[in-house]
């Protein structure tokens, strides 16, 4: 029995050995999560995520815009239900209620995030290096940087957008361990943060391409992208906001500089112009246009042009977007959450009567003008608009959008089909041709 057991205790030591050299083996190994900046860095992928997360808090302009950011649902155009709170939406429901305050949670959080970001973008402009046999060209790690330094004027121009001034020390990286005296740097004057943002975005316009041949690409940064941010930045540094406002001439940093300038300056919208006239220019030059789509005469069809521009990708010849998305996952939710349920939808979120009144007449004539103590509308007698009543005959366009009535009553000689059918509410019968397209009303 002894015999036995010293063979087993044998057996286990043996086994035991192993087992530890085997796990000295495999615990020699780094795992993912402790990766070296030399490791990333070396290696094609592994370069391209780190660059993906600099991307990564580009606005969504759908759910961003209205779940995240709130900008939409701030407006009067648009409303959400308060059962939405639950699920996501509580501090954007907060808004329209008036419920919120300078401690409110907002979920973009740029004071933090995009300032992540930025963080992210200079340690990428240090750190990414040329390695050809790796697939980092040189012409591929020049292009990445331009990406980054575009991803990093645009991140400090929607900070500047929703707070101006702002701590601005471009290009310098901290120490993680520096102290506080030296982190705590002073906002910065608005003029000098607009100023080095017009000069980066200039300068890195003319090294990235206008369009990327590879469709694999949509989505990066492109030459039109960075003049788009450099026009609009200049665009809010001339307006009233930004541009001698009164209410922010004593507004100063804590070593005493003024933040604002106290004097409005008109050369400042010459700049802004000047800005988007070099835009239209070079989106011109490389391509991009408004999207049309045309009858058989020649003619353009409004409806489907307009149908088609949200729907319709550059690939597919739209060649209207200038800041686009390689993937949007929100778009199916999107449609849900406004169609109304008899067609598949939760009619969620509906646009107001006001926006509404807003469209225009076929006559491109503005219907209402303005509301009366009672909120009655004051019509504009020039437009032909009916507030009462119902339609006596169906209205006919020449177009191809099936949504204005059964294809059967369209006429393929002509090219006309149905805008309106008889019975229609006079409300939205002889509207233009967007507000077809955008809003869907009773009967439609």
């Not at 086994?15 to 796990?23: H, K, P, V």
Request: a negative charge.
């Amino acid at each position: 029995m002894k015999k036995y057991k010293s063979i087993l205790v044998a057996v286990l030591l043996s086994g035991f050995m192993a087992l530890t050299t085997s796990c000295n083996d495999f615990l020699d190994k780094a795992p993912d999560d402790q990766l070296t900046m030399e490791m990333v860095f070396s290696d094609k992928i592994r370069t391209e995520d780190w660059l993906a997360g600099v991307y990564s808090s580009v606005p969504s302009p759908m759910w961003g815009y209205f779940k995240d950011h709130g900008y939409n649902i701030m407006g009067d155009d648009i409303t959400i239900p308060q059962d939405w709170s639950p699920f996501g939406w509580g501090n954007v429901y907060a808004y329209t209620t008036g419920n919120w305050s300078p401690i409110s949670a907002w979920n973009p959080y740029y004071w933090v995030e995009l300032n992540k970001r930025i963080r992210a973008g200079l340690i990428f402009l240090e750190q990414a290096k040329v390695i050809p046999e790796k697939g980092l060209t040189e012409a591929y790690v020049h292009q990445m940087k331009y990406e980054v330094r575009f991803l990093i004027a645009y991140y400090y121009s929607l900070m500047i957008e929703l707070y101006g001034p702002i701590p601005f020390t471009p290009g310098v990286i901290f120490p993680v361990d520096a102290p506080e005296s030296e982190l705590m740097t002073p906002q910065r004057p608005y003029d000098e943060i607009v100023a080095w943002i017009d000069n980066e975005l200039l300068e890195v316009s003319k090294s990235l391409p206008a369009v990327y041949s590879n469709n694999t690409d949509w989505g990066r940064a492109t030459s039109i992208m960075a003049l788009a941010i450099r026009a609009k930045t200049l665009l809010y540094a001339a307006s009233p906001l930004f541009n001698g406002n009164p209410d922010f001439k004593d507004w100063q940093n804590s070593e005493g500089e003024y933040l604002f300038d106290a004097e409005e300056k008109t050369e400042k919208w010459t700049k802004a112009a000047a800005a988007h006239l070099d835009l239209i220019a070079a989106a011109e030059a490389a391509g991009y246009k408004l999207y049309c789509e045309y009858n058989a005469d020649g003619t353009i069809d409004p409806f489907m042009s307009y149908y088609n521009m949200s729907l319709k990708r550059f690939s597919e010849g739209n060649k209207e977007i200038v800041f686009g998305r390689p993937e949007n996952a929100d778009l199916y939710y999107w449609q849900d959450h406004h169609l109304p349920k008899g067609i598949g939808g939760n009619a969620a979120m509906g646009v107001t009567q006001e926006l509404v009144d807003a469209f225009y007449m076929k006559n491109g004539e503005v219907p209402v003008v303005g509301y009366n103590e009672d909120g009655s509308p004051i019509i504009n007698p020039e437009s032909g608009y009916v507030e009462k009543g119902f339609s006596t005959e169906t209205e006919f366009r020449t177009t191809k959008w099936p949504g204005g009535g059964p294809s059967h009553l369209a006429d393929k000689e002509t090219g006309m089909s149905p805008v309106t059918e008889e019975g229609t509410y006079n409300m939205y019968c002889n509207r233009e041709p967007r507000f077809y397209v955008s809003v869907i009303y009773n009967g439609a």
